[in-house]
């Protein structure tokens, strides 16, 4: 009987790492189909499906590498941030104009964070290597997953200096490529997403998902309403930077 090592992350299920393949409750068939995308285009920016095993769960090639469970102030420095910008830029080319997209710009993420992101630590530098943890992925624009890199890795939030946050976000914009409506768009989108998940915690809460409650029980509904109470009271501000 093959050992199972326990991996860190996620709400809910439990994720394991057996004979080398990570193991996990199955994601929807749309998720599968985008890795598989990947995998024909040969990126190396995403995990590989394999199939599932004999208990059912979903099968994944192992990406080795770093992801900082705990956030690392390395996440925010410039040189690791302009390249996971090119990383997403990567990834949606890759799907703009695909059928998954289905009539939207590209495929998003739309789950990025430091914890859904692997790393090659080079000390001084964490590099980004692949993007995981596609359950929540569907069609969108690109500016949505910009906005949501920005409010997670910089964590936007009450004690940020916005002339600390600022040319972070004006280097993600230029590394990324991010241009026209969607750069005036930015730190609107933030806005959007903090109040999105404000409401989706909420409601599953409310609706007895064992998981929200759990973030609930934790105070995240109230931490993200302060995120989003610090980036309203800076939009002008943050906006002006870019």
């Known amino acids: 009987m093959p050992q199972e090592q326990e991996l860190r992350g996620g709400f809910v299920g439990t994720t394991v790492l057996v004979d080398g393949t990570v193991r996990r409750t199955p994601t929807s068939p ?30 994944f090639t192992f990406v080795p590498g770093l992801v900082p469970w705990e956030y690392d102030e390395r996440v925010a420095a410039v040189g690791s941030l302009t390249e996971l910008a090119r990383l997403v830029r990567a990834a949606h080319d890759l799907t703009a104009g695909h059928r998954l997209a289905a009539g939207a710009e590209v495929v998003c993420h739309n789950d990025l964070s430091y914890r859904n992101t692997v790393y090659r630590d080079e000390g001084r530098l964490l ?25 997670q890795f910089l964590r936007l939030g009450p004690g940020r200096e916005t002339d ?68 309203a009271a800076r939009q002008q501000e943050l906006t002006a930077f870019l």
């Open 30 to 59: 749309y998720v599968r189909q985008v890795l598989g995308h990947f995998a024909d285009q040969e990126w190396p920016g995403a995990p590989r499906c394999l199939g599932s095993d004999a208990q059912g769960r979903d099968m």
């Open 127 to 151: 590099r980004p290597v692949a993007l995981i943890d596609w359950d929540l992925a569907g069609p969108g624009r690109r500016v949505h997953d910009v906005a949501h890199l920005c409010w």
């Open 164 to 231: 600390w946050a600022g040319p972070r976000m004006r280097a993600v914009a230029d590394a990324y490529g991010l241009a026209g409506t969607d750069r005036a768009d930015l730190v609107a989108t933030v806005l959007w997403w903090q109040d999105r998940c404000r409401q989706g915690i909420e409601q599953g809460a409310a609706d007895g998902d064992p998981a929200m409650v759990g973030l609930c029980r934790r105070g995240v509904p109230q931490e993200v309403r302060a995120a989003q109470s610090w980036t």
